[in-house]
T-cell receptor, first 114, second 108 residues
Framework: DTGVSQDPRHKITKRGQNVTFRCDPISEHNRLYWYRQTLGQGPEFLTY????????KSRLLSDRFSAERPKGSFSTLEIQRTEQGDSAMYLC????????????FGAGSRLTVL | GIQVEQSPPDLILQEGANSTLRCNFSDSVNNLQWFHQNPWGQLINLFYIPSGTKQNGRLSATTVATERYSLLYISSSQTTDSGVYFC??????????FGAGTRLFVKA
């Protein structure tokens, strides 16, 4: 069990560019979550996968954001045409099936849009 | 949607002191977790506690679900306890909602 891995840890990009983040959950976890955290705030829910199915999306996830989990293992979060307001920490978490749903978080991917 | 309020927003302690952090939530929950976010941003799950009391070393937590609050107790605080403590709840689905956190600084 190597924990939840996120890549890259830091990304600096210019406004208008596309960026993609990857999350590798704990191998036996079938649920995967993306959160966004801005300075001084708690994590905000973006989306959730059960295996490969995306079951819930926040209204925070505009048309410029897309998330996939093609084989029910790793997930990607893509942001198209980045804006300065997209600057944040993007956090991935996973949990095993069952009632408790205890979340294990990765270290996060910090995005800075210039 | 459910509202999660944490208090106090900021807390400064002298090393060795005890403290109580509070989390109030506006609706019934089936899942409540406490997390610690260290200064490097890593979120660590401290407790899964939808009801009752649990203890882990110097930390303990109590959730009174019928009165919609949870408490996190830190005893004999250490500088390594510094960071942000988050309460996070779910109301039946799998979307977990976080409070704004309590920022703790423990002085040596």
């Amino acid at each position: 069990d190597t924990g939840v891995s996120q890549d890259p840890r830091h990304k600096i990009t210019k406004r208008g560019q596309n960026v993609t983040f990857r999350c590798d959950p704990i191998s036996e976890h079938n649920r995967l979550y993306w959160y966004r955290q801005t300075l001084g705030q708690g994590p905000e829910f973006l989306t959730y996968f059960q295996n490969e199915a995306q079951l819930e999306k926040s209204r925070l996830l505009s048309d410029r954001f897309s998330a996939e989990r093609p084989k029910g293992s790793f997930s990607t979060l893509e942001i198209q045409r980045t804006e300065q307001g997209d600057s944040a920490m993007y956090l991935c978490a996973s949990s095993i099936g069952g009632g408790a749903n205890v979340l294990t978080f990765g270290a996060g991917s910090r995005l800075t849009v210039l | 949607g459910i509202q999660v309020e944490q208090s106090p927003p900021d807390l400064i302690l002298q090393e060795g002191a005890n403290s109580t952090l509070r989390c109030n939530f506006s609706d019934s929950v089936n899942n409540l977790q406490w997390f610690h976010q260290n200064p490097w941003g890593q979120l660590i799950n401290l407790f899964y506690i939808p009801s009752g009391t649990k203890q882990n070393g110097r930390l303990s937590a109590t959730t009174v679900a019928t009165e919609r609050y949870s408490l996190l107790y830190i005893s004999s605080s250490q500088t390594t306890d510094s960071g942000v403590y988050f309460c996070a709840v779910s109301t039946g689905g799998f979307k977990t909602i976080f409070g704004a956190g309590t920022r703790l600084f423990v002085k040596a």
